[in-house]
């Protein structure tokens, strides 16, 4: 089975642009949770989505959204970038059951200048 | 408030010895445990998972041993190879599964 997907790998934006980020989870999962990693913040959790619907958020400010399409392929968009959305995003898939093991994609480096 | 604490961000291990790192949580719904590996800018990769109704899971040189009771998790590696250095997160979930809190991370080193 091929493993979870992101493109693109490397992103290289300006302040105020908006970028859109998508991932490709595993054939059978239906499960997409995003993740932003930063040396500061370590690894913290965005959304999940679940069946095109976003079942869960942390604690990230309304510049982030995303969204899942009827394949379960999601994509996160951020709008107006600051300097310190700067970061590894990483996106995971599962089978969406309690207790299922999330797997991870490469991510994609973002550097907004 | 951080959840989920790995309270030493560096081990070093001599090859062929036991490596141990250790995972601290707070949130008693957890019910579902992880162990992954990362490299720099990759994701993270899958090692071993525990759920809460057990206290132990072994899978090779990897062994994760839950104490409820302690709040703490600790994954063992036997024995530590030097491909096994990279760092370290454990991760917990409640029931519903797609939110994964993390620790900070621990940078194993295991030399030859």
């Known amino acids: 089975k091929a493993g979870v997907t992101q493109t693109p790998r490397y992103l290289i934006k300006t302040r105020g642009q908006q970028v859109t980020l998508s991932c490709s989870p595993i054939?059978?999962?239906?499960?997409v949770s995003w993740y932003q990693q930063t040396p500061g913040q370590g690894l913290q959790f965005l959304f999940e989505?679940?069946?095109?619907?976003?079942?869960n958020k942390g604690n990230f400010p309304g510049r982030f959204s995303g969204r899942q399409f009827s394949n379960s392929r999601s994509e996160m968009n951020v709008s107006t970038l600051e300097l310190g959305d700067s970061a590894l995003y990483l996106c995971a898939s599962s089978l969406a059951v309690s207790g299922e093991t999330q797997y991870f994609g490469p991510g994609t480096r973002l550097l907004v200048l | 408030d951080q959840q989920v604490k790995q309270n030493s961000p560096s081990l070093s291990v001599q090859e062929g010895r036991i490596s141990i790192l250790n995972c601290d949580y707070t949130n008693s719904m957890f019910d579902y445990f992880l162990w992954y590996k990362k490299y720099p800018a990759e994701g993270p990769t899958f090692l071993i998972s525990?759920?809460?109704?057990?206290d132990k899971n072994e899978d090779g040189r990897f062994t994760v041993f839950l104490n409820k009771s302690a709040k703490h998790l600790s994954l063992h590696i036997v024995p530590s190879q030097p491909g096994d250095s990279a760092v370290y997160f454990c991760a917990a979930s409640a029931w519903q599964g797609g939110k994964l809190i993390f620790g900070q991370g621990t940078e194993l080193s295991v030399k030859p």
């Open positions: 525990i759920s809460s109704i057990k």
């Open positions: 989505y679940f069946s095109e619907t976003q079942r």
């Open positions: 054939s059978g999962h239906r499960s």
